[in-house]
């Protein structure tokens, strides 16, 4: 059995037709680009707006870091 066909934690992941790693993987995104679509694509299911202001705390560093804007 693959990872992709387990989940520990949940199953927040397990229906969806793409999976966030999936995705995450083969887009070559980085660590701060996977966890914003990790946490926007998992929201409905987990922790509803706590997951939102994660996201958004994400693409604030990338704002931050890449960009050089606060």
């Known amino acids: 059995m693959s990872a ?3 989940q520990e934690g949940g199953s ?4 969806m037709t793409i ?4 995705f995450i993987m083969e887009n070559e995104l980085d ?3 996977g ?3 990790k946490y926007v694509t998992r929201h409905k299911q987990k922790n509803g707006a706590e997951d ?5 705390h994400y693409l604030q560093f990338i704002l931050e870091m890449q960009y050089g804007q606060k």
């Open 19 to 22: 999976q966030p790693i999936e």
């Open 12 to 15: 927040h992941y397990k229906g």
């Open 52 to 56: 939102i202001k994660k996201a958004m």
């Open 4 to 6: 992709i066909d387990t």
């Open 31 to 33: 660590y701060l680009q």
């Open 35 to 37: 966890n914003v679509i």
